[in-house]
């Protein structure tokens, strides 16, 4: 990733209109800034949620609240709570979210 052509700027996330994404269970309420090629999200995915699907975008993504568990396609399973997170690559290792009782995540992608 590299980020070009951005100026410095705040953002107050409180004033970014959310959008609604359903899971298989669940829901995602994401508010997304976009900088050029770079989408910068704040997530809140309700407690049951459980993604509709295998995403193979790389992320950078930090658990700020709640927990959240993450399936590798593999089976290889990672619980994140606050203050952690993780990093994978396009293409790398297909993954999806679920959480039984809700997060708050910073996505960088």
Not at 4 to 26: K, M, Y
Request: net charge negative.
């Amino acid at each position: 990733m590299k980020m070009s052509a951005i100026p410095f700027g705040t953002t107050d996330w409180s004033a970014v209109e959310p959008t609604e994404h359903a899971g298989e269970t669940g829901k995602a309420i994401w508010r997304t800034r976009q900088f050029g090629d770079i989408r910068v999200r704040l997530v809140d995915y309700t407690p049951g949620y459980l993604a509709d699907h295998w995403c193979e975008k790389g992320h950078i993504l930090m658990c700020l609240d709640g927990e959240l568990d993450t399936e590798l396609k593999d089976g290889r399973r990672f619980v994140l709570k606050p203050g952690m997170s993780y990093q994978v690559a396009d293409n790398a290792e297909p993954h999806r979210s679920r959480t039984a009782v809700g997060a708050r995540l910073f996505i960088v992608d």
